[in-house]
């Protein structure tokens, strides 16, 4: 299941090492100007290689629309775009053909398949994410014009929190840092693991404003629900806050809850949804990452044959997988407004009759 | 959308105050013995009304099965499971019936739908939650033939954290604390804020054992992200967290990678998933929820004309929804399970071939 | 997979011979005033046991709402429809507990389940059909408000084919002829087979009117694909045609296109339906039923042993299928239309910014 | 909704005149051998250009596999199957630019979406068809190691009909006819139409055999149902039959029901599907094509300004689009089949506890 979405869909294809990673876009509406350079600049974010907080392989991550555009606007029909893969080194990984990577996904996509492309993880490459970013642009240019945005960056690393946000920061910042206060202690550890030929987890804080009150549709199709899921199924997330988050289980209601004014809410520990819904509030969510399992320190492990080996790793990776991650969350995000902005058309039949009348 | 699940579904129905609650399970494999006893049970330990610790509203929730059950078996059409609702007290509703509760779903439902359901909270009342719970318990029949179990029970209130987890212990506790050390500690942090009006968060901690490895499917349907998007969709739910969780996030791999041996891994940071699916651990979740926004002192709200108003609350609430919360989530993790477990079968040749040939 | 439709959506539960028969409706917009009254109009039109062309079996079919509906209207949340079983005969069928009747369900039903609920048929009993009429009946309230009207009618019984199709007619009919000049003839065929202990096939036809112009999602949630999808899956159904239908494949291209004009097509021989979209004209259905297999002629067959037996059948059953089973289309045609008419909001940018700005 | 299938799902995307067609599969099984041989000699079945019965669009239609094989083998990934568009003259388009083609998707795919890709019909275009015949040439690949096997051919041209049916013949007849002593009459249909600028319909009949007993889903994604939107869901197809068709609509029961005996059904009216689930014996369809709309005859239409204008088409299209329809139905067929393989699994407890335990 390679589907991401239930009216504005997302289909992602593509390996590691394979041709081209990609993907098809089902449910964007017609007469949306494409606009193939942003699309470009979000993968330009993402894109490894820019630095030395950064994996040094060296994508282009050149962007390609295959179909559903004509004349510089969407037609209806499925949007599939594709980037072909040009840095891949397979020969990296020979050595780890047949032996499980700790903390990887080697191990159990073995033992589900039978059989597994052990080049760069094949699939389960965070790589992969690139087709999610070129599909989340394309989500963001049909929210911009609704008047809808994202924000994100990086709140924590290795322990060291951010104090205050600001997330027009994170663009002048190498690390996507949220807070100048604390980004060079944040890199310092992140240099320091990396030096240490190991890497560190992190936290990436999104904001989503401008959203429309009641998005998010029924019990099982929640806005925060499926904001979760879209998080938490990015590589390496392993918790998800929505507002509060884990400090709401230490509060008292009297302190939680939000008082209502005539202009809105006096603060916003809820984090823009209740209920399952938007309530017109800014969306805030925390995701945090683990470490990047790719290290280059020797580690106790088995083979295809459970057989006891010892894991010396090769390759490039990110000593801290987070940073570039947070962009990665922040399309998962947009994708999932998309689809809630279309699925709650129809909530109302005034609304109904608004549009056929 | 109030359908969980892709192949072992449930759809779930009603109101806090109407005639009714209940769910139509979709996908049930038939020849499943359909022990009504047990679950009963199961709402039993969700049941509300059984000591000080929770709400007064005493509902008996006696489950009925409408169809799908023929002489005790499952036949592999659709189960219905309906609970008749027997001591809502509309009346408790009336003064709120123009108001938004603070911290409620109230102002939501009336922005998206224009209009609602305005006793006891309608569809968005945590008594729906009685139907996850019904739902869950024919989950846990089908899984238990298969040697997987579910354990949970409450690891913090208020912040007072347990240190050592025992999953025999909650079923000896009103609070379903998972550690006796700090169980009495939870409780007196519960009735403090109930004799002062107001409520508690709380933290569950879920053990799901006995996996098979590759349960999860693909990149959009890990399975990770369909529990975190379960957990999150439950009422009250802020924060997900799956093994290490938020505490991963400031480590470095060399500690958060578990090591790999023959006899299996050596340690559980990961929480019994990898690159989204099982690995054959047991699988750890932590579940945070918010403090129940129903309390009894005066707070700040507008009405549905957006008009200022105080709200003063009436009616019968649990001073620390975590509690039953966790049955609550115990139960929706047996459905995601349930749900793995049929979409796994065919990821190989090999296994359609011994299941036709 | 007991679902039907994407948005508007219908999932049905229930056994011929077990406590009820029922749906639940999710995706209903709120707001909708749902007249009980206009839904058991519709039950009643499908009910059995008014007339010598129909079971004697007499069932009330007295329609229940359990949830969804608050004041009158629809709030947006999931609506039941219960309808009790209350002349169920179990007894009827114990001379058939392990043997198959020719041209039901019942083979396929054991050989897939291992086990099944013998009595009427179970599940696969055109009892459940009743649910549709009930589910449907909703969606023709939600579509009568946007002008869209659904009309059906018998047009062949044993080959006796209307000439002319009056859709007023039917109402007026015990057997919903079309064409009253046949009327009698059709009636005769049906009489003789039930006096032979046989039953007889027909044809029912059925038209849409008032459609908006572009319903139909896609490459494959086209309009006529699921039409035909929905007609197929009733009871007894061998055969759909849409418009000109097999006759189109005896034709010219200059004889089949449709000329359009500035007032629209001159002819209609593509059914309203054009590229898998409505066109704007009427949608026109033939859906073709087989003769009732149940019938009180020996037959050869087997039981669960795989020994040969010969079947005598007893119970009651209609001794054309087709009758009632019209009803039944044009339910689930009211099913595919209100899902079309959500699906199609938000094609375009122009719709999705007049809906939200 | 550009996607077909529950489990083994295609996603097509692309257009008639943009660069390139595609699909992409997901919920292959891991471990099929992936034989590009037999994927390419699908295509060049479906392939125009081949003589003077269709059309004179030159494509080397050369699938390209862009991810999901390693090896020679699926990995359980999605494979994207992908051919690029190289015969494609735009410029034949730019006279109908602004105007409907009568019988064509023009007039809805405007009104719908406000604008449309005019080259070749765009996405509408049976061009599309191609990434479908790549799609279930893989389901194909899957079904033949289970012994399920596909056959098809032509069983009328404009009224000409087969008497007796030669699955073995087609692949030696240009029109794939499946009747030898019709097929010279039959082609002489086609080029007396094709001579005439004008286009004839025709039928196609498909025969799967090898079914285990019990495929189709429920009531809702029964196998007849889920055929019969596969089948009309193909451009230019009106009418669907299964087995005796619209002939057993003309029938008694006592002549229409397939007897049973302990070696299986003594005749086969029923086409295999009995209660919506396969019965073991080979089901047979009838699909019906009406003539390709695209003729050089002037045709009464309207522009995109709803004024009248003459139509006069230039380009290469086939004269009976039923020809080449015949591989694509049967290719839809497959894919049908492959998801109704795997969705079966899980049906009964005693599989399940077969597959894990």
């Known amino acids: 299941m390679n589907r991401f979405g239930e009216r504005f869909t997302m289909t992602t294809f593509g390996e590691s090492h394979g041709k081209a990673i990609g993907c098809v876009l089902d449910g964007v509406p017609a007469g949306l100007a494409i606009d193939e350079t942003f699309i470009q600049s979000e993968l330009d974010r993402r894109k490894p290689g820019q630095n030395e907080f950064a994996t040094a392989r060296k994508e282009e991550d050149k962007v390609e629309i295959l179909s559903g555009v004509f004349e510089g606007l969407s037609t209806g029909t499925p949007i599939t775009l594709v980037i072909y893969n040009t840095d891949q080194k397979s020969g990296d990984y020979t050595n780890v ?5 700790p903390g990887h996904a080697d191990f159990t996509y073995f033992h589900k398949y039978g059989l597994r492309d052990y080049r760069g993880g094949g699939r389960s490459s965070a790589r992969e994410t690139a087709a999610r970013v070129a599909g989340g642009a394309v989500a963001k240019l049909m929210l911009r014009s609704l008047g809808i945005e994202f924000a994100s960056g ?3 690393i290795h322990g060291i929190v951010a104090q205050n946000l600001d997330f027009n920061y994170p663009k002048n910042s190498p690390i996507y840092a949220l807070d100048p206060s604390v980004e060079e202690a944040q890199k310092a550890a992140i240099l320091e ?13 999104l904001k989503i404003s401008g959203l429309p009150m009641g998005l998010g549709q029924g019990l099982y199709y929640k806005l925060d629900a499926v904001l979760a899921e879209a998080m938490m199924g990015i590589n390496a997330v392993k918790a998800v806050e929505i507002g509060e988050g884990i400090h709401s289980a230490e509060l008292r209601a009297s302190q939680n809850n939000d008082p209502i004014t005539p202009h809105g809410f006096k603060s916003n520990h809820a984090g823009g949804i209740l209920g399952g819904m938007s309530n017109g509030d800014d969306v805030i969510l925390r995701v945090h990452f683990k470490p990047t399992p790719s290290i280059f320190i020797d580690q106790e492990s088995t083979n295809t044959h459970n057989e006891s080996v010892s ?12 940073v570039r991650g947070s962009v ?11 689809d809630m902005i279309l699925l709650n058309m129809g909530s109302t039949m005034s609304g109904i009759k608004g549009y056929y009348l």
């Open 328 to 338: 990665v969350a922040e399309s998962m995000a947009a994708l999932v407004i998309a």
């Open 193 to 205: 693991a990396k030096n240490a030929h190991d890497s560190v987890g992190g936290v990436a804080t």
């Open 154 to 156: 990086i709140s924590a």
């Open 311 to 322: 894991v010396s790793l090769k390759g490039r990776h990110d000593p801290c997988v987070a």
């Open 97 to 101: 053909k047949d032996i499980f990577r």
